[in-house]
Nanobody
Framework: QVQLVESGGGLVQAGGSLRLSCLAS????????MGWFRQAPGKEREFVAA????????LYADSAKGRFTISRDNAKNTVALQMNSLKPEDTAVYYC?????????????????WGQGTQVTVSS
């Protein structure tokens, strides 16, 4: 079992920044790949950023490239999402997720464990 708890969401003006954090527990953190997804009201959950299997590469949705950065600290069992130059269309509930097999990094169905989500609201 893996437990994931997100934090760091909030209300920010367009152009601002937020840093989301996800604390993992329950299994050896370094053995699984982590990703961030988001879901806006009335929309499907979508991929934001992830580590490749093995953690050697970082992968981003086109909407996140150049603005968001995913990072992890295996010593602290955390994964973070630094979000800069935020836009109103980034408003969503953000989820971290753990992938226990190689799978497809952008496919939410390949992630076995999910956090409860943290709300990010960007005002214009």
């Amino acid at each position: 079992q893996v437990q994931l708890v997100e934090s760091g969401g909030g209300l920010v003006q367009a152009g601002g920044s937020l840093r989301l954090s996800c604390l993992a527990s329950g299994r050896t953190f370094s053995t699984y790949a982590m990703g961030w997804f988001r879901q806006a009201p009335g929309k499907e959950r979508e991929f934001v950023a992830a580590f490749s299997w093995g953690g050697y590469n970082t992968l981003y949705a086109d909407s996140a490239k150049g603005r968001f950065t995913i990072s992890r600290d295996n010593a602290k069992n955390t994964v973070a999402l630094q979000m800069n130059s935020l836009k109103p269309e980034d408003t969503a509930v953000y989820y971290c997720a753990a992938r226990l097999e190689s799978g497809t990094y952008y496919n939410s169905e390949d992630y076995a464990y999910w956090g409860q989500g943290t709300q990010v609201t960007v005002s214009s």
